[in-house]
Each structure stands twice: as structure tokens, then as C-alpha cells.
């Protein structure tokens, strides 16, 4: 079983309406759940703010209109019902998942009088520990793929990947794309540190352009340290000096070993980077509250 199975929280989101966790308000005719056709980004939410919200809706509506997902014009529409959410569920520190279902479509379509559902739900912040165990997975990303980077619903083969890397006493897995390159985990970006550079796969290696990622490259500033995209292989993260992982969940997380061998982790680079970004966190929280 997956180990980060957390129980959601008693109320959760479906349209304009705060119902119980139990409630039955999805149809099997709706064509995204039984496809996997929608979009959904995982948020954290910090003194009951959820955090860089702007980037995870932007994000949505790109892969949403690549996914052909009808999507709210707003991102009023999923704030203001998400705030309602963490309000009812009287939660500070939570994590959030807010996921956008396409409802027609194809010959299974059912009833609907709505072209997508809004489902939010919430859940209790995940202790990631002092650091990950990555298992390694080749041709686990197709680089060259028009939906590559793309967030969407469907989402059981990282789960599959990530179940078998737990049965296997690690926490996640290193996913290498057709060329060979590291393009990411399942569900986190891949950083190293090597003396005062710091390093991510570029996007077109197959990764997802992660909120925590883009927040590292375009905002986060510490003297000293450069962060730049460059093409990585398996061998470049083996001899850096520390490699982290980072994701909405996990800010920036040590990767302890790669395939049971172990990485060196100095800290150097992710403690100075982790201090900038919970900062940046801060003021951004502060600022919307």
C-alpha cells in the first residue's frame, strides 16, 4: 500500500457547494473520471492561505486548454471556493488538491447539465523526514511527447511507479526520460548543487514545470549561488555534492541515496536556498492575509 495514504479531511469541495467527505456527488457518466480527462494542481496551505496560488492556476489553465478541459476564466472562481473549504474545515496548515473534471465527451458521456465539476479536497501535511531514498526508473518520461510537462488527471502510472519504489524500502523515484537524461521524480522536481551552482533538468527533458521549481529559478536570489537549467544524467547526481528534491509538500528535501548507493550532502546549497524560500513563503502569506 502507498504509505502517503492521509486521510481527507470530513469536508470537501464540489462546485459551489461544502459537502461531507462521504457524500455521493459524482456521476459515472462523467466522462474525466473515468478517463482521467482533467487537471488538478496539490497546494500548500500555510496560516490557512494557499500558497502561490497565481502559478498553480496558470499552470492549470495551460495544460487545461492543451487537454481541451473546459476551465473557470477566473482564478477568483477556485480561490474564493477553496478559501471557503479551509475555512469550513477550520484548518491553518493543510495540503490541498483541487482538481477540474471534464463532464462531456466520447460515447460514455452522461447527464450533466455542467461542462466541468470543481472537487476540492484537503488533507493533513505529510512529514517527509530528514530525507528520500530514490529509486531509479528508466524510459519513465517520453521528452519528446507534444503532452510532455503536462498535469494531468490521469495518474496511476506514477502511482505504480511510486508503489513499487516503496515496496522496495524507497520513497521515490528518479524518472530518466528516452534519452537517458533525468527529467524528474513522480510527483517532485530533481535539483544538485555542485560548489555554488545549482542545477534542474530543463523542461524539455520531460518534466513538469513545478511551482517550487519555477519559484527556485525566476524569484529565489542568495549570493553565492546561480540556479540554472542544464541537461542532467544519472552520473551528474551521483558525484554532485547534494542533490534535493523540491515539490508544493516538500520544499526542498535532501536525497540521502540513489538506488541504495549513497550521495554526498554537504547542505551547503539547500539550506541557503530553503532559508530564501520559506522566507519568500512568509511574505507571500503575510502579504495575502
Given amino acids: 500500500m502507498l504509505s502517503f495514504n492521509y486521510a481527507v479531511h470530513s469536508l470537501v469541495l464540489h462546485n459551489d457547494d461544502i459537502v461531507p467527505a462521504s ?18 494542481s496539490t497546494l500548500r496551505v500555510s496560516r490557512g492561505i494557499p500558497f502561490a496560488f497565481e502559478r498553480h492556476f496558470e499552470r492549470m489553465r495551460r495544460d487545461a486548454a492543451i487537454l481541451h478541459v ?8 477556485i480561490r ?11 484548518v491553518r496548515e493543510a495540503t490541498l488538491r483541487v482538481v477540474v473534471v471534464r463532464n462531456r ?24 523526514g530528514a530525507g ?11 521528452a519528446a511527447s507534444p503532452f510532455r510537462g503536462v498535469k494531468m488527471l490521469s495518474w496511476a502510472l506514477n502511482l505504480i511507479m511510486l508503489e ?19 527529467s524528474e521524480c513522480t510527483s517532485a522536481n530533481v ?17 513538469l514545470p513545478g511551482v ?12 553565492g549561488f546561480s540556479i540554472e537549467e542544464k541537461l542532467l544524467r544519472l552520473e551528474d547526481l551521483l558525484e554532485a555534492e547534494e542533490v534535493f528534491i523540491t515539490s508544493t509538500t516538500r520544499n526542498l528535501l535532501p536525497v540521502c541515496s540513489i538506488e541504495d548507493r549513497p550521495l554526498q550532502h554537504t547542505g551547503v546549497a539547500r539550506n541557503a536556498l530553503e532559508s530564501a524560500f520559506e522566507r519568500y513563503v512568509d511574505e507571500y502569506v503575510a502579504h495575502k492575509s
Fill in 191 to 207: 535539483f544538485m548543487a555542485r560548489g555554488g551552482q545549482v542545477f534542474t533538468p530543463p523542461l524539455d527533458a520531460g518534466c
Fill in 105 to 128: 465527451g466520447g460515447i460514455w458521456e452522461g447527464p450533466s447539465s455542467r461542462d466541468f465539476d470543481l472537487i476540492g479536497l484537503l488533507t493533513t501535511l505529510k512529514d517527509w
Fill in 212 to 223: 517550487t521549481r519555477e519559484i527556485l529559478l525566476d524569484t529565489i536570489r542568495v549570493e
Fill in 70 to 77: 473546459p476551465f473557470p476564466a477566473e482564478p477568483e472562481y
Fill in 164 to 182: 513499487e519504489a516503496q515496496q522496495r524500502g524507497m520513497a521515490e523515484v528518479l524518472l530518466l526520460n528516452e534519452r537517458g537524461e533525468v
Fill in 80 to 90: 474564493d471556493r477553496a478559501l471557503r473549504l479551509i475555512e469550513a474545515n477550520r
Fill in 23 to 40: 457524500s455521493a456527488v459524482l456521476a459515472p457518466g462523467q466522462v474525466g473520471l473515468l478517463s482521467g480527462w482533467g487537471v488538478f
Fill in 132 to 142: 528520500v531514498k530514490l529509486a531509479v526508473r528508466e524510459q519513465a518520461r517520453h
